[in-house]
């Protein structure tokens, strides 16, 4: 009996994440969403869809929706030609991610009743993606491929498999970034570089992880080399600003350090019995004390692993750890899905080295902001379960 090499094994453990993941979606938007796959973007109706998108656009009533509803317009209109950025909130954040919409777009030939299909099947490669990266990291540890579907359990992969965010996208380059690096496979490491920014502007820290790392140890050319990813992204943001007027995204870090801790303190007013409120608030807690968690336990590792220090993994992790500092704005730290999302990279790495070490309890703080996250799939489910609505 031939035993299958490792690379086919882990696009084995991808593959069977990608079936899963389409056959829960398709039977959500048929039973939930009335065969609308619009309804995977979370589009709520306190925001006009523009016209040309109504008719195919399921609305979540007396809701804001969520930031998927933004990239799908984005998906339509790519190059400011429909006139589409304004329905759009924040026009220029929105497009400066312009990867996964544009892969929609060219995906879908540029047609409207395509490209909502599109985008939500590139969402889910990208995730069978982050799986293969992450079977292949852990297989080198020893540990069956099936632990790579760790990776779907990062807040940031659930919530785009669920609100068709670009962030599970931008996780799982991430790994492929963990990957490439521990295989100093630098080429593969260099087109992972200048991609990760134009899907979300904050995978230019893999770039400037790598840059800064080869700075510090006098590697001028590597400094040189993947200085030169980010060059895609600067003339793509040059564009959408001759398009865009400027964005507020900059609040999230109005109250850094001091917004995560007097998140601690303040519950969310939730129009539930009062038996449901306390649950909810205890996964809040649960979910907030996690997140301060994993920024402790990335601190400490920086701490104990001097020598790493100033690798371009541990410059990386320095970075988002910076970044999870940051961020303090009240709105922006009100649910698990907002706060986790920015950091996921960090995230996953923490959940891989868990994983790597068999300090299995250390998966705690990262997963408590999963649960938390997972409860927005519950009105779905249990649509499902009755049979849909």
């Not at 899963?20 to 609308?36: D, S």
């Not at 564009?239 to 964005?247: I, L, M, N, R």
């Not at 902001?369 to 609505?389: E, F």
Request: charged fraction near 15%.
């Amino acid at each position: 009996m031939r035993v299958l090499p490792r690379t086919e094994v882990a696009a084995l453990v991808a593959a069977a994440a990608v079936v899963a993941i389409l056959a829960w979606q398709e039977l959500t938007i048929r039973y939930y969403f009335h065969g609308l796959v619009s309804g995977l973007f979370c589009a709520g109706d306190f925001f006009e869809p523009p016209p040309p998108l109504k008719a195919t656009t399921y609305l979540f009533p007396k809701d804001t929706g969520y930031d998927g509803q933004f990239y799908r317009d984005v998906a339509h209109d790519p190059f400011f030609r429909r006139g589409f950025a304004a329905w759009i909130d924040d026009p220029r954040h929105r497009y400066g991610r312009i990867f996964v919409p544009l892969i929609a777009f060219l995906a879908g030939a540029g047609r409207d009743g395509w490209i909502d299909r599109a985008y939500q099947i590139e969402v889910d490669l990208f995730t069978g993606l982050g799986v293969y990266w992450c079977s292949r990291y852990l297989m080198e540890e020893g540990l069956s491929a099936w632990w790579g579907l760790l990776f779907v359990l990062v807040p940031a992969s659930l919530a785009s498999l669920i609100r068709m965010l670009v962030d599970g996208p931008l996780c799982a380059l991430f790994a492929g970034f963990l990957y490439y690096l521990r295989r100093g496979f630098w080429k593969k490491l260099y087109a992972v570089a200048v991609v990760a920014p134009l899907v979300r502007e904050t995978g230019l820290l893999m770039a400037g992880a790598v840059v800064i790392a080869a700075l510090l140890a006098r590697q001028w050319k590597r400094a040189a080399w993947f200085a030169t990813a980010t060059i895609p992204f600067l003339l793509w943001e040059g564009y959408v600003s001759a398009h865009t007027s400027p964005s507020n995204a900059l609040l999230i870090v109005e109250r850094p350090v001091i917004g995560i801790l007097e998140r601690i303190f303040r519950l969310r007013d939730y129009p539930f019995a009062p038996s449901v409120r306390l649950v909810l608030w205890t996964v809040d807690e649960l979910a907030i004390l996690g997140f301060i968690a994993c920024l402790a336990m990335s601190g400490i590792w920086l701490w104990q692993h001097r020598s790493a220090r100033f690798s371009p993994l541990g410059i990386s992790v320095s970075l988002f750890l910076l970044l999870g500092c940051l961020l303090g704005q009240p709105a922006h730290l009100a649910g698990a899905s907002g706060y986790s999302r920015p950091v996921s990279p960090l995230l996953l790495w923490l959940m891989l080295e868990a994983a790597r070490k068999r300090t299995w309890w250390k998966l705690g703080p990262p997963l408590t902001m999963t649960l938390s996250v997972a409860l927005y799939i519950q009105n779905p489910l249990a649509d499902l379960v009755r049979g849909g609505s």
